[in-house]
């Protein structure tokens, strides 16, 4: 298609992991285990808090969308990716690059905005417990997540419809294993300023946004439990925050390396193997951090496994 003397992209290029081809089979095998791992970890939470009804709490069900979201995040990325691995085609049309990106950023907002309602859930429980029940009701809680999700597609939609409507001319191998948005507006052909500013403000206002309502909620957190008399109490209210605060850690930890990586010299490879600690390792933690990091859900999970795969010891 010819527009202006100069040919229009109608497809996209992966580079991905072809850059380390003696290292492709490994990590294959590597990243298949991760996300069955992923898979598996959300499900069994999922599975857990169903049928356990002491978990039928908000705290709980934050959990469940959270872990719904990195499902579908997860699915969003690695089937794909695992494909590429095995071919030597790593082609991608245009409208499917342009859902591609969609997906994983709309679910990386989603995942911010659910963490947010967890951390104000956990504020409301240790600042306001006498007005636990009545603040975080069924229908509270309900319109907190689908508000979370709406705002995360609204933003995706916002983000992906502003970088596919630039100009790509050419070249078109994007220099990553998937279609993220920072190597794709490098693609982009005349001036693309404007649209890269907007997109940026965008996306850190959302996540930073996010993070400085999680850091005010953990605040006053902070002040309430400082206020217990008793350290037993103290790291009683404290223990119920603990897996939250890991998570948002490691969820804003590993994606401030998008935006760090900006600033460093340029290296393809380097921005690929980056690109697994937020794309493949945040989800493959999130279950397992909740898991190990929560007793209570974790005494649970116990429960649930010894009841599906050793049934004649309970």
Not at 1 to 18: A, K, P
Not at 145 to 168: E, K
Not at 295 to 310: C, M
């Amino acid at each position: 298609m010819l527009h202006s003397n100069h040919t229009t992209v109608s497809e996209f290029i992966l580079i991905g992991f072809s850059t380390f081809p003696r290292l492709q089979l490994m990590f294959f095998v590597l990243f298949l285990l991760m996300y069955l791992f992923t898979l598996l970890g959300n499900l069994l939470i999922l599975q857990t808090i169903w049928s356990e009804r002491n978990l039928h709490t908000p705290m709980y069900f934050f959990l469940c969308a959270l872990s719904v979201s990195e499902i579908f995040y997860t699915f969003a990325i690695i089937p794909r990716l695992l494909t590429d691995l095995l071919s030597t085609q790593h082609v991608i049309s245009f409208l499917g690059c342009a859902n591609q990106a969609h997906e994983p950023t709309r679910l990386y907002l989603v995942d911010s905005f659910l963490l947010t309602v967890m951390g104000y859930d956990r504020y409301v429980a240790i600042c306001y417990p006498l007005r636990y029940n009545v603040l975080m009701s069924p229908q509270g809680c309900t319109w907190l997540v689908a508000s979370s999700w709406f705002a995360g597609i609204i933003i995706g939609l916002v983000v992906t419809l502003a970088i596919f409507h630039l100009n790509f001319c050419g070249p078109n191998e994007i220099h990553h294993f998937t279609c993220h948005v920072p190597p794709l507006v490098k693609l982009a052909c005349g001036d693309i300023w404007g649209v890269a500013t907007g997109v940026g403000i965008v996306c850190i206002t959302a996540l930073l946004g996010c993070f400085l309502l999680i850091l005010t909620s953990y605040a006053f957190i902070v002040a309430t439990i400082l206020r217990i008399p008793s350290a037993e109490g103290r790291q009683k209210a404290f223990s119920t925050c603990a897996s939250h605060l890991t998570v948002v850690v490691v969820h804003y930890g590993f994606a401030s390396v998008i935006y760090l990586k900006s600033k460093a010299p340029e290296s393809f490879e380097g921005d690929t193997l980056m690109g697994i600690t937020y794309t493949i390792l945040t989800p493959f933690l999130s279950p397992i951090i909740f898991s190990l990091r929560n007793k209570e859900l974790k005494n649970a999970i116990n429960k649930v496994f010894l009841r599906i795969f050793f049934p004649q010891k309970l």
